[in-house]
């Protein structure tokens, strides 16, 4: 169901979501010791306990909500080392050994996920087909021949092509081979089952609230705490942000599409170098067959254009290029990128040993969070991983990031003021129904939403997070943050972090 209230045919629904049942694993209720505790119930978090599981270690999942809901469950769900012109610049910025670290995890993550279908017998929907990376304009193409290059260097099965199975000509693509796609909660609600049990836990609706790094470690929610000798944070933005995670991700909204089409579809999963990207891929559940259509990413709370014309013009490059005759589903991701483009995955850091984060898979997160719970769980397990060097938290790489950095955090101080600034001086006028706005109320800022039976929802506008201001998202009716990508329903309630805190309800 969307934060808003019952669903209508135009509004957003993941159909990953739509095409599996619903979980009912019980909260937290008291105390408990384990070996492990993994905050976050998403494929990162899943994915390490799962490994830990089956090393014979006793594991708690606490899940804020529902496992495989959150990022994971509005997913285009592309299984593939393939992750954009990536590999030119890893080998360029950070060097061979590392760029063949990321290229190795991220194919043995494909791998692992086959593995375990096969052994826990799912259905599903795992297929094996090429990922292409394809030329908007011919001036992409010699980028495409040194990607394909570097690629292929690092032991990768990537390849430069001029000819797709597209109905339209591209200039070039650059091909991997061997890459897959799956439906991401199917397997992982098998998963979850596989690590429930036998002195192990998935609690859902259990909030994590605070870290203690201690000896023995401590998570502390609203329901108890779990004692353990390490401790997993696999949330979309860490719980315990001590590295300051805050200043070097930024977080970006997508859109995505699962629609009917009249002939053949693509045989192959397609992303382009356009910017916004455009991505597209066959899928079939259920026994039906649809091409699911994404695109126009944004950094979250940008509101121009609204968030309903993105899902148009998603809409619109589906019609232009492929002969749609409906759309089945639509939604949207949510994805934390780094500002060196690898992710933050290993050790927290100094004093805190036993702490270990996966986050920032800048929209690649069903292979980079599986690589991400394998090499937390080797960490767990034996102390090390040979593929660690390049995701360790706290590297540092000015040459790939500086400009980044700086770029992403003066958005973030502009939008913080100026948010501030429009909402102090607004007139305070209420808005018209199925609308909402930022406005001043006994000098403060509040957000209003008045749904389309003319109820008013007030709640404060101010992100607990770090004050700054949160914006109306049109198309899914949520109060989305702009500085660091929390999100809240139309009543407060937090939806995803890095906040953990509700906005207060206000009284007008």
Not at 117 to 139: N, Q, T
Not at 149 to 155: H, T, Y
Not at 412 to 417: I, Q, S
Request: hydrophobic residues 35%; negative net charge.
């Amino acid at each position: 169901m969307p934060p808003g209230g019952p669903r209508t045919e135009s509004e957003p629904e993941s159909m990953w979501l739509a095409t599996t049942p619903e979980t009912d694993y019980a909260p937290l209720a008291g105390g408990l010791d384990v070996d492990t505790v993994v905050v976050g119930g998403g494929i990162t978090g899943l994915t390490a306990a799962d490994r830990l599981t089956a090393a014979g270690q006793t594991v708690a999942v606490l899940e804020a909500d529902r496992i495989a809901e959150s990022t994971t469950g509005h997913t285009t769900a592309k299984l593939t080392s393939q992750h954009g012109l990536l590999y030119d610049y890893l080998t360029s910025t950070f060097d061979d050994e590392r760029a063949r670290q990321y290229a190795e995890a991220n194919e043995a993550a494909i791998d692992t996920v086959e593995s375990r279908i096969e052994a826990l017998g799912v259905d599903c929907g795992f297929e094996r087909l090429p990922a292409y990376v394809y030329a908007a304009s011919a001036d992409d193409v010699d980028s495409l021949r040194a990607e394909a290059a570097a690629a292929a260097d690092l032991g990768l099965p990537a390849s430069f092509t001029e000819s797709t199975d597209l109905p339209y000509d591209v200039p070039g693509a650059v091909r991997f081979d061997h890459q897959a796609q799956f439906h991401p909660r199917t397997y992982l609600l098998s998963v979850a089952e596989s690590v429930h049990g036998d002195g192990s836990h998935v609690f859902e609706e259990t909030r994590a609230l605070d870290v203690d790094p201690g000896d023995p470690c401590e998570v502390e929610t609203r329901r108890g705490t779990v004692t353990a000798d390490d401790v997993v944070v696999a949330t979309h933005f860490p719980l315990d942000d001590r590295n300051g995670y805050f200043a070097r991700m930024h977080p970006k909204q997508a859109y995505l599409l699962a629609v009917r089409v009249g002939g053949d579809l693509p045989g192959g999963m397609y992303y382009s170098t356009a910017s916004p990207a455009d991505t597209f891929r066959p899928c079939t559940v259920d026994g039906e067959e649809f091409l699911i259509v994404g695109g126009q990413s944004h950094d979250v709370g940008v509101t121009d254009p609204p968030t309903a014309e993105r899902y148009r013009r998603c809409e619109a490059f589906a019609r232009e290029h492929f002969d749609v005759e409906s759309v089945a589903y639509r939604w949207s991701t949510h994805d934390y990128f780094t500002v060196d483009r690898v992710p933050y995955v290993g050790r927290a850091g100094p004093g805190r040993d036993h702490v270990y984060v996966g986050t920032g898979f800048n929209g690649w997160g069903m292979s980079g969070g599986v690589a991400a719970g394998e090499i937390i769980a080797e960490l767990v397990l034996t102390g090390d991983s040979d593929r660690a060097d390049v995701f360790d938290p706290l590297r540092l790489e000015p040459g790939a990031s500086a400009w980044r950095f700086l770029r992403e955090n003066a958005k973030v101080a502009g939008r913080f003021v100026g948010d501030w600034v429009a909402a102090l001086s607004s007139a305070g006028d209420l808005p018209a129904s199925g609308e909402a706005t930022v406005t001043r109320r006994n000098g403060r800022p509040c957000g209003v939403y008045r749904d389309e039976d003319g109820d008013v929802h007030a709640v404060s506008a101010v992100c607990p997070h770090m004050d700054c201001l949160v914006r109306w998202n049109d198309a899914e009716r949520t109060w989305d943050c702009p500085c660091h990508g929390s999100r809240f329903d139309h009543d407060g309630e937090v939806i995803s972090g890095p906040a953990v805190e509700d906005l207060p309800t206000t009284e007008l």
